[in-house]
């Protein structure tokens, strides 16, 4: 604690460059949302085989962001606030995993979804899911690098509505399938599609509270127990 | 590293620790993937809500065994392969949770597949899926207790046979839905679980991988780029 200073800008400079990374990985995984439900749309399989194929620069990254991060915690030996910004890198480098792998099992969808008959403006719909969920992680990715607790909350009122436009769809992809037997396999592989991404929504809102608790030190769902909130403070 | 005695088994010992939080971890979504399944063939809604409920545990104790690695590289700041062991360890529980979060998305359905009529066997050919997810899973937290790369190996070689049995059900479901258009809505609740059951065994591959890599340094994936293996390597 006496090299108080030289220690935390140290840390400092440390917590940069890995968030820094965070956001290469951020693009990355927006990029992949886009040109996935724009593959979707267009039956353009070359673009859906280079999303496919991007995901694997994007688990790379979540490999090396993370072992950074534990070199950084190794070096650093960071307590309390500091330690859960460099959990929260950790936390973040996850989800953006996860955003990716979603985006990726879209892009597989489209070689299966080429060779059918496009069922009415499914695909436009699940652009427009696509749309909202790629703001949605723009956003978060911006508050959790400026520490912005108004945008997080903004962000997490939005995931609502991206389950209003997921709840919406599906009742539109029960109606197809009774209408009419043919599209039945294809309403399942949308549907499918649809609901991963209503969970890239999912994931921008556990980001999005990641950020609230690094502001605040509260998780913004207050049902869970305290338990593991308060167990990052330095004991002892 | 004039300790080095000294300091490995101090670190062994909080290794020991945090695995031990690990396989009580790994017992709280074995009984989750069975009561899920379990809940879904008998209707049996309390049970779901139970299921639901408990998934609070699996996340605390998530959130207790990442607080605690952190510590511990924070503390012993190890390296090479002592390194390797305890990000592994936060690889595990995360895989943990999803899982966990797969059986909880499991049991939600219950209710609302409860008020329609059933689809044949289905619910069944799901508890069979879910009872070797739930034998995956014990088996790789046994192989990563044991470091047993053989039986990791028997795990990666296993989820095939959940692949197909998930493929069976998939076009078992088009069938049932284009012979009687009133099995839509139930089938759409079903695939979705039968999915969610089939992901559970990408988890338990991903934790086989893990022992795999621990015990021979290698991912058993030889397509994955070098970097992110090699780069675990100390530093100068």
Same mark, same amino acid.
């Given at each position: 604690m006496e090299e108080q200073n030289h220690i935390a800008s140290a840390f400092d400079r440390d917590l940069e460059a890995v968030q820094a990374q965070i956001m290469k990985m951020g693009g990355l995984v927006e990029d992949a949302i886009r040109l996935a439900a724009k593959s979707l749309e267009t039956r353009d399989e070359p673009l859906a085989e280079q999303v496919r194929a991007a995901d694997t620069a994007i688990d790379v990254l979540e490999a090396e962001i993370n072992e950074k991060a534990a070199r950084i915690i190794a070096l650093r030996a960071p307590t309390a606030v500091d330690l859960r910004m460099i959990l929260s890198v950790m936390k973040i480098s996850g989800n953006l995993e996860r955003i990716g792998d979603y985006a990726k099992n879209m892009a597989k969808r489209t070689s299966v979804l080429s060779q059918m008959p496009p069922v009415n403006d499914s695909t436009g719909a699940i652009r427009r899911m696509a749309r909202l969920a790629e703001e949605m992680l723009k956003d978060a990715l911006d508050a959790y690098i400026r520490r912005d607790a108004d945008l997080a909350a903004d962000i997490i009122a939005r995931d609502e509505e991206l389950d209003q436009m997921y709840n919406a769809l599906f009742r539109e992809f029960l109606t197809f399938m009774m209408e009419d037997p043919r599209n039945i396999t294809a309403c399942m592989h949308l549907h499918f599609i649809a609901k991963n991404v209503e969970r890239m929504g999912d994931h921008c809102t556990s980001m999005a509270e990641q950020v609230t608790y690094l502001v605040?030190? &509260?998780?913004?769902?207050? &049902?869970?127990?305290k338990a593991d909130q308060t167990s990052l403070n330095p004991r002892g």
């Open positions: 605040t030190g &509260a998780h913004p769902d207050e &049902a869970r127990p």
